[in-house]
């Protein structure tokens, strides 16, 4: 079951998703084999320091958050990976490195690369390892309303 607090605001919202177990997994693309999800459609969220401020980077599974096109993309002075202890108390109901990219449940921003876009769907970490939600991207950003640009290192 996802995290309370993200399945609540999905139903208030009337969103169709879907729950998808599988077996427990640590890295985004063991995540999506054993999910049976092709790595491209599974969002991965890394948690950055924009100026200071806690941000949630959106990339698909097999990238690597690019720091430097986070800051180009925001304009931001300074760009780097938090550290765990930094948000943790953030997310209580969540595994460590399990939250899933809904910043706007926790007043957190939300940027996602523009590659995901370009699947109807979006599958995501949902406060376990062992878990994933899939919806419609659309109601994704709907809901989220990220700031959406090239994130990902590489092509």
Known sequence: MPVQKL?????????????????QRFTAQETAASAHIPGKELAKTVMVKIDGKLAMAVVPAPQQVS?????EVTGARSVEL???EEFRALFPSCEAG??????????VPVLVDRKLQEDETIAFIAGSHSELVRLSYSDFERLVEPAVGELAAGP
């Open 7 to 23: 399945r609540e605001f999905l139903d208030e919202h009337h969103v169709r998703y879907e729950t998808i177990t599988h077996p």
């Open 82 to 84: 938090a550290d765990e």
């Open 98 to 107: 399990a939250m899933p990219p809904f910043g706007n449940l926790w007043n």
């Open 67 to 71: 720091l430097a096109r986070v800051k």
